[in-house]
């Protein structure tokens, strides 16, 4: 046997492949679909139908975008990396929320997703106003714009799968338009989808208050003192430095003689500090920093009333999908607050400030989706009502799950019907994906991926 006859070896296969994706990066060779998808073959918790579904997967996403998508995408993170510095994150495509590289469930869950999604809307594309999102998927390679995509075909894939005729882009008669229209019979629905996530200010203070709250944890252990209070920010660098200077002067101190001191910061700051004894060892203490924290609520609002603005003059009222990357969700984990607590605090809340919008039929807001926790299926599910709003938990196959709570306008009656809709779809999305691999001629998603 010759050289060239020799058969290859497994391995030889995998790192020729892996050299191909590093040229890519590279610039050596061009970054195109078949450099995209060749971890798959590579995959673990694929089946070998999985391995077909998601090539076929990575088939679709190219029709859709492009063949040239991924090497146009590639060249503006490098010219977005240059004139923003390393800091300037990835296009969604290249995530480890969505590429095969993670060889993960919940990859293949969003890749497979959103291939059967762009499969059943480009079927009925010259009806259906989905050209208009689809192109601007393909030139506007801003991630926000994929975001909100996403976020289009969530919602309306759900409608689909209930009989509902769907319509990207529908006018609202106001010179403006809506993300998707759903008809049945005699009623309409209209949904705007939009996001809230931290802005640079706020991320800037969060990665100050971890920064900090460690700092001052080893003070604690150095000095043999607790540290208890609430965290201030300043944009001025000279007057954080000495507020921490006071800090921990007052903590040598106190570890030295045991008087209990407070040092005042900037913003409202307020820390005292204390050395531990038999009485205090059982008290509750820490650090805690509103900086953060106390913005949600306005920029939810905020978000409301552009939307509001946006749908002024319709004849039929919206329904705003927002998703929450701000940390709402975040932190009421950590407080350990639950879906129905929440939902008992956001429903009055978001009624109050609906009503000041007349335009808004309500808002469906949800995280991005949740890891399950190992917690059994039969508590994954969950769907409550709360003066007139609903609270939804369902499990989303590559263990996750998705809680969304559904707050309609009080002085519309119609929207408490709507947002029964609403709650039907969301309680039953497990199911969707099953449904939509059947339309498409493939095997359900567990005959795909071991989970």
Avoid at 178 to 206: G, H, P, Y
Avoid at 360 to 381: D, H, K, S, T
Avoid at 435 to 440: C, D, E, I, T, Y
């Amino acid at each position: 046997m010759t050289e060239e006859q020799h058969p290859s070896s497994p391995t030889d296969e995998i790192l020729a492949r892996h050299r191909a994706i590093v040229d890519a990066f590279e610039g050596k060779r061009p970054m195109d679909w078949s450099i995209w998808d060749l971890f798959i073959d590579d995959s673990t918790c694929l089946t070998s139908e999985g391995q077909r579904a998601t090539h076929w997967a990575v088939k679709a996403l190219q029709s859709a975008l492009g063949d040239d998508f991924l090497e146009k995408v590639k060249a503006r993170t490098i010219t977005q990396r240059v004139l923003e510095g390393l800091e300037a994150g990835l296009h969604p495509v290249f995530s480890l929320g969505f590429w095969p590289a993670n060889d993960v469930p919940w990859v293949y869950a969003n890749l497979i997703q959103m291939a059967v999604q762009l499969h059943l809307f480009q079927n009925s594309i010259s009806t259906n106003g989905f050209g208009r999102v689809l192109k601007d998927l393909q030139k506007n390679l801003q991630p926000i714009t994929w975001v909100g995509a996403l976020l289009q075909l969530e919602v309306a894939s759900l409608g689909l799968r209930d009989g509902w005729t769907i319509q990207f882009e529908p006018s609202l008669g106001n010179g403006n338009r809506a993300d998707v229209s759903f008809i049945r019979n005699d009623v309409r629905l209209l949904v705007e989808t939009t996001f809230m996530q931290m802005s640079d200010s706020e991320r800037k203070a969060l990665t100050f208050d971890q920064r900090l709250s460690q700092r001052l944890m080893n003070l604690e252990w150095q000095c043999d003192v607790r540290i208890s209070g609430f965290l201030g920010w300043s944009r001025k660098e000279e007057e954080m430095k000495q507020w921490f200077q006071d800090i921990e002067v007052a903590a040598h101190a106190t570890g030295q003689d045991g008087t209990i001191r407070q040092v005042v910061g900037p913003n409202g700051g307020l820390l005292t500090i204390f050395r531990p004894t038999e009485a205090t060892m059982h008290e509750a203490w820490g650090i805690s920093s509103p900086t953060v924290e106390a913005r949600i609520p306005d920029r939810l609002v905020a978000r409301l009333q552009e939307k509001n603005k946006q749908a002024e003059g319709s004849t039929t009222s919206v329904w705003v999908r927002l998703d929450e990357y701000a940390g709402l969700w975040q932190r009421t984990r950590l407080a350990g607050m639950s879906l129905e607590e929440l939902l008992a605090i956001l429903a009055p809340f978001l009624q109050e400030k609906l009503a000041a919008y007349p335009a808004l039929a309500g808002v469906i807001l949800a995280p991005a989706v949740l890891w399950n926790g190992g917690v059994p299926l039969e508590e994954q599910r969950l769907q409550i009502e709360c003066r007139g709003s609903r609270a939804v938990r369902s499990p989303i196959p590559g263990n996750r799950v998705r809680e969304t709570i559904i707050v309609p306008q009080t002085s519309l009656p119609q929207a408490a019907k709507d947002a029964r809709i609403f709650a039907h779809w969301y309680a039953d999305e497990n199911g969707w994906i099953d449904w939509a691999l059947q339309q498409a001629d493939h095997p359900p998603f567990h005959a795909l991926v071991q989970e």
